[in-house]
């Protein structure tokens, strides 16, 4: 099935919709994701700006940033999903939504928190 007709692409978009309202300065949010990835907040926007330390939150495009929120609550919340899935979907949505730089961008940023952390060296 093709991820732009599969119902839960479809319940992403509106998410990441929701998100975008919810930064413009609409206190409620309608979706109940929303309101999982809103009340998590401050962890995911740490895990952001750790994983995109050259970009401040406040210059982050808000799609950008609407739909990296949303997949670090999926990878750290949810966790019903593979990672793979949750970035090539947050990638999908950076084209639906955005551009070509921010699916780079987007990709660039989840890859960075889910790759494997290496051991210290004693």
Same mark, same amino acid.
């Given at each position: 099935m093709?991820?732009?007709?599969?119902?839960?692409?479809y319940?992403r978009?509106k998410?990441?919709?929701a998100?975008?309202?919810?930064r413009?300065?609409?206190?409620?949010?309608s979706?109940l +994701?929303?309101?999982?990835?809103?009340?998590?907040?401050?962890?995911i926007?740490?895990?952001i700006?750790?994983?995109a330390?050259?970009?401040?939150l406040?210059q982050?495009?808000?799609?950008?940033?609407?739909?990296?929120?949303?997949?670090c609550w999926e990878l750290?919340?949810e966790?019903t999903?593979?990672?793979?899935?949750?970035i090539?979907?947050?990638?999908?949505?950076?084209?639906?939504?955005?551009?070509?730089s $921010? &699916? $780079?961008f987007?990709? &660039?940023?989840?890859g960075? +928190?889910?790759?494997p952390k290496?051991?210290k060296?004693?």
């Open positions: 093709s991820a732009r007709r599969d119902h839960r692409h319940l978009q998410t990441v919709q998100l975008f309202v919810h413009a300065g609409n206190s409620k949010p979706t +994701i929303s309101k999982k990835v809103i009340s998590n907040l401050t962890k926007d740490k895990l700006e750790k994983s330390p050259r970009w401040p406040e982050i495009n808000w799609v950008d940033l609407s739909i990296l929120r949303l997949a750290l919340f966790k999903t593979p990672p793979k899935v949750i090539n979907e947050a990638i999908e949505l950076a084209k639906d939504f955005s551009n070509q $921010s &699916a $780079s987007v990709n &660039a940023v989840l960075t +928190i889910v790759k290496k051991p060296k004693k």
